[in-house]
């Protein structure tokens, strides 16, 4: 398949290797994997050879595994179609090393000579060596699926002109990570880990994230198996990955006696406890599950991932109170964002199209460059869920499938049996404060008689700060302007304030050991600030999404059209998508293409469509939105890859190739679709072998 097309970010012309000093610069600050990898030219015109032009853009994907191939990608782009009026004289490859907090580079003269260096936080140089291309090409193997699109759009549209391609194309590139995977596993936790882990670990962290997202996309299991069995003789821990991996496989029955063989030496692993209790509640198992939970909480009494995977379980078992006081207990931390190229302003930015992935309905409509963007209503933009990352994007989710299953009104219920109300507590204390009592409520609010791990709340007052920092200014915000001028819709109940932890921990009150009764809540518990601020944000979601429904059935009464724009369409279909309304949501979607082409829209619909069995809608679905992601340079999303392959296990290799050729769709947007069956067929996945 034709490589996508090359964007070039064009720097001003007395500032030449400015992006360069910049990224050296930011070296100190990169804290995950690194920014994708940069590629600087200097071009200068035929002409005139005297002036020089630095031209730049980023790349994953791409074989680091020694100087050459990367000299080998920046020869590729010495002639280029689109530019013929200057020529390109030399050429610097920069790759993040996250494990030796080095930046390689291999400068290329063109014609003429190579030079590979590496960069370190200071800017000093430094030889690169053999052990150093090494963990170089792990990490950018690891970029390249942690860092890669999942379809939507989303991490395409947050940088500006990057190359993406699939860094593992072939079984003889899978043994070269594999065994890179296996010689470096044990410093993986040098690598951080996913914002829902607080401290990286042998089996939590990027290095792992990766192993399994490679396995899990392109489904060699038997691959992934043989190399967490050589890994777990080293170390037993590695049982929860080798768990996960025989399950994903179907091999259940060894992957149970694994899980009971590991927890005899490891009888505290959390993360083989998390990995039973999630297999328990996949067979409808709850009870059981609920037990591996807790001891899991027990084990990890500080990692979100353990309190999360308690407090889904309690839902599952509709205990909806507990579920409520774990959320409560779950400890939050500060989002760390993917590390992020910081580029100099540019003097131009080129984004070329290629003939290969022009399709007319994906450029129809779509707002041109200068042209205004959509109008979108100030209601609709305020949504404040929608930044929601890390554990508060998981906090809100569980959350939702509350709301979703028992009601706001039953939640508001619940809500008030089992956290300190601002009123209730108001009313209290002036009723001690009368009786000559102590004011002093903080050793009696939060005390019920029984300790149990599933309602103990084990977030230090340091994490109630800060979820504050991560999420206060925004909730704050909407607990200010949640009424808008739209009262002649429906209302929903807005929730009561619960009475803040800092109100009941002021220090001008003199405690009293002796004093006891705080009777109306002795058994309740303080809502930490961060969870009192989603029910307000849910509260905000949930009033939009009345009115919004409120004013379709209106407009059908009334047999008038609906309209809205296609990013309102769009942002209308996230929002019942949140709040687990999956048919309002294809609707507000297919709205939206019915407008115009949206790769977030398209998203949503292809769930639909795997939802329904339906094999034609979701090629179609699938067929646009790898067309779309190649027009902006991106050749690979394992979300994709991993769709298609699901596809062909399904209905075989043979019939989704005559479905896609049999589309009415000109014949270049049809290989792209092609090439991910034929990467199946390489990886000779389930239902290739026609």
């Known amino acids: 398949m034709v490589a996508p097309a090359v964007p070039e970010i064009y720097e001003e012309e007395e500032t030449v290797f400015a992006a360069i000093d910049a990224r050296t610069e930011a070296l100190q600050t990169l804290r995950e994997l690194g920014p994708p990898d940069l590629v600087y030219l200097v071009k200068q015109p035929k002409t005139t050879p005297v002036r020089q032009t630095g031209v730049y853009h980023h790349v994953t994907g ?9 000299a080998a990608y920046v020869n590729t782009l010495t002639y280029t179609p689109v530019d013929k009026q200057h020529k390109v004289v030399s050429g610097i490859y920069c790759c993040y090393n996250a494990f030796s907090h080095l930046d390689m580079r291999v400068e290329v003269k063109i014609p003429g000579s190579l030079e590979s260096y590496c960069i370190d936080e200071r800017g000093d140089k430094r030889v690169a060596t053999e052990a150093l291309w090494l963990e170089t090409f792990l990490c950018a193997v690891l970029r390249a699926y942690t860092y890669a699109d999942d379809g939507s759009g989303d991490s ?30 044990f410093m993986g936790r040098q690598l951080s880990s996913d914002p829902e882990t607080q401290v990286p670990n042998t089996v939590a962290n990027h290095l792992t994230s990766g192993l399994l997202k490679y396995i899990h996309t392109t489904g060699r299991y038997v691959s992934g198996i043989n190399l967490f069995e050589k890994l777990r003789t080293k170390d037993v821990e590695v049982s929860s990955l080798l768990a996960r991996v025989l399950i ?6 060894q992957a149970v006696r694994l899980m009971h063989d590991a927890l005899q030496d490891v009888p505290m692993d959390y993360a083989l406890l998390d990995c039973q209790a999630s297999f328990c509640m996949s067979k409808g198992e ?7 939970a807790k001891r899991s909480v027990t084990a990890a009494p500080s990692e979100f991932s353990t309190w999360a995977r308690l407090a889904e379980v309690y839902i599952f078992l509709e205990r909806w109170d507990l579920a409520l006081l774990t959320l409560n207990s779950c400890p939050m931390f500060t989002y760390q964002d993917k590390d992020m190229p910081r580029m100099p302003q540019p003097s131009r930015v080129l984004l070329p199209i290629l003939s290969e992935s022009v399709l007319d309905e994906i450029d129809e409509g779509q707002p041109k460059q200068g042209d205004p963007h959509d109008y979108v209503h100030p209601s ?16 809100y989710d569980l959350l939702t499938k509350i709301a979703a299953a028992i009601g706001w009104d039953e939640l508001l219920k619940i809500r008030s049996e089992v956290f300190v109300m601002e009123e209730e507590y108001r009313v209290e204390r002036q009723h001690t404060t009368s009786a000559g009592h102590s004011h002093n409520a903080s050793t009696v609010a939060l005390n019920p008689p029984s300790p149990n791990p599933e309602t103990n709340g084990h977030s230090t007052e340091t994490e109630e700060v800060e979820g504050d920092k991560e999420d206060g200014e925004e909730a704050g915000e909407t607990n200010g302007d949640v009424d808008h001028k739209e009262e002649d819709g429906p209302t929903i109940e807005k929730p009561e304030q619960t009475v803040a932890s800092e109100t009941v921990k002021s220090g001008n009150e003199d405690p009293d050991p002796s004093h006891t009764n705080y009777t109306q809540f002795q058994n309740k518990r303080l809502c930490e600030r961060w969870l009192d601020n989603l029910f307000m944000v849910l509260y905000e979601d949930l009033r939009i999404y009345t009115i919004w429904r409120s004013e379709v059935a209106q407009s059908r009464h009334q047999s008038i059209d609906y309209k809205k724009t296609a990013t309102e369409w769009e942002i209308l279909g996230e929002l019942a998508e949140r709040l687990h309304h999956f048919d309002e949501a294809i609707d507000a979607y297919r709205q939206c293409l019915s407008i115009r082409f949206s790769p977030k829209a398209m998203r949503g619909v292809l769930k639909l469509y795997e939802k329904q069995g339906d094999t034609r809608g979701m090629l179609n679905a699938l067929i646009r939105l790898v067309a779309w992601q190649y027009r902006w340079y991106s050749e690979f999303s394992p979300e ?3 769709s ?18 049999a589309t009415n769709l000109p014949q270049p947007v049809l290989d792209l679709t092609h090439h991910y069956c034929q990467l ?3 990886f000779r996945s389930t239902g290739t072998d026609v």
Do not use: W
């Open 644 to 661: 298609m392959r699901k596809l062909i296990e399904d209905e075989g290799a043979v019939k989704v190739r005559s479905i896609v050729q």
């Open 286 to 292: 709850g009870e059981l599950a609920l037990e591996c």
């Open 380 to 395: 609709l933009r305020k949504l404040h869920a929608t930044s929601y990352q890390g554990t508060f994007m998981k906090g």
């Open 248 to 253: 994903s496989a179907d091999e259940e029955v």
């Open 640 to 642: 994709l890859l991993f």
């Open 156 to 185: 395409i549209k947050k940088i500006v002109g990057v190359r993406r391609f699939n860094p593992v194309t072939n079984t003889e590139m899978e043994h070269k990570f594999l065994d890179a995977a296996e010689r470096l596993f």
């Open 62 to 70: 791409v074989d680091a595994s020694s100087s050459a191939s990367l």
């Open 680 to 682: 199946c067929a390489t």
